[in-house]
């Protein structure tokens, strides 16, 4: 049985982190390891992580440069044979989710990637991943719903003074174009809430993310592709500052019904 380490980053997250560590602690799958990384927080949060103290293998709160600077220190201190990160405020989107992974052949890959789900104030919506095939075209599934092998962590840690938004698509991207074999499980992996760093700078990410594809793939395809994108993120995020949340998500979830998507 391999075994899995589920790396939590935290920081000033008092309302949300025990939703996060109650779904990780829950899961059925016998040979977890749990790290918690915080980042020093000051409002509570550690008051709740020491309350589950006795059921996390390792966890620390201390000052560090961001939340990529703490995932590689979660990275070091791993014993698992793979890694997955589930930030504060997200949550597996069942008890087995990571035994059902498991229970399946992941012999000769490096990444092992599901589905996720979204969480808005009065909407989910479902997003399946992508072929690999497509990574060009940015994260084609989320971090919370991806297993990478520890070594290839330790090999490539994450460069987060670079790639201050998407030093983690920099790392799943340039492992692609590596040959670091691919899998793709079609089991809902994970959920978690909008707002995040990749909703509130949406086009800054989008910006970063072609700025990485464009050091290994110069085509003007690319560049048509994000050019585009990028022109619909600015509309979004104009759409959504004018917009309360409410009347927001009901715009999107008719987009989504209009386009076959699935949301409830």
């Known amino acids: ?61 201390e000052k ?9 220190k979660g990275v070091k201190m791993a014993t698992g044979d793979w890694i997955l990160f589930m930030n504060a ?11 059902k992974i498991f229970s399946q052949d992941m012999s000769g890959f490096g990444l092992v990637y599901g589905d996720h789900e979204v969480v808005y104030d009065k909407l989910t919506k479902v997003k399946k991943a992508l072929p690999v095939e497509d ?13 990478t092998k520890t070594q290839l962590l330790l090999d490539h ?14 790392f799943i991207y340039n492992r692609w174009k590596d040959g670091v074999k691919f899998h793709h499980i079609p089991i809902h992996i994970a959920c978690f809430r909008s707002g995040g760093l990749s909703d509130i700078q949406a086009v800054q990410a989008k910006e970063e993310t072609w700025a990485i594809v464009k050091e290994r793939d110069d085509r003007s395809e690319v560049d048509e592709h994000y050019k585009k994108l990028i022109s619909y ?7 959504r500052k004018k917009l ?17 998507k699935n949301t409830r």
């Open 1 to 61: 049985m391999q075994k899995v380490t589920i790396i939590t980053i935290s920081f000033n997250c008092r309302e949300e982190i025990e939703t996060t560590i109650k779904s990780v602690l829950a899961q059925t799958y016998q040979n977890i390891e749990y790290l918690v990384i915080d980042g020093a927080s000051n409002d509570g949060t550690v008051d709740i992580i020491q309350k589950y103290s006795d059921k996390i293998d390792t966890w620390v709160s």
């Open 135 to 147: 990574l060009w075209k940015g994260m084609i599934f989320s971090h919370q719903a991806l297993f």
């Open 89 to 99: 405020g997200d949550w597996f989107a069942a008890d087995d989710a990571v035994e």
């Open 233 to 239: 993120e600015k509309k979004v995020t104009a759409i």
């Open 244 to 260: 309360p949340p409410s009347a927001f998500e009901y715009l999107m979830k008719l987009k989504n019904l209009i386009a076959g």
């Open 157 to 170: 840690p994450f460069e987060g003074k670079r790639w201050k938004r998407c030093a983690d698509f920099h």
């Open 64 to 72: 560090d440069e961001g939340i990529y600077d703490a995932m590689n």
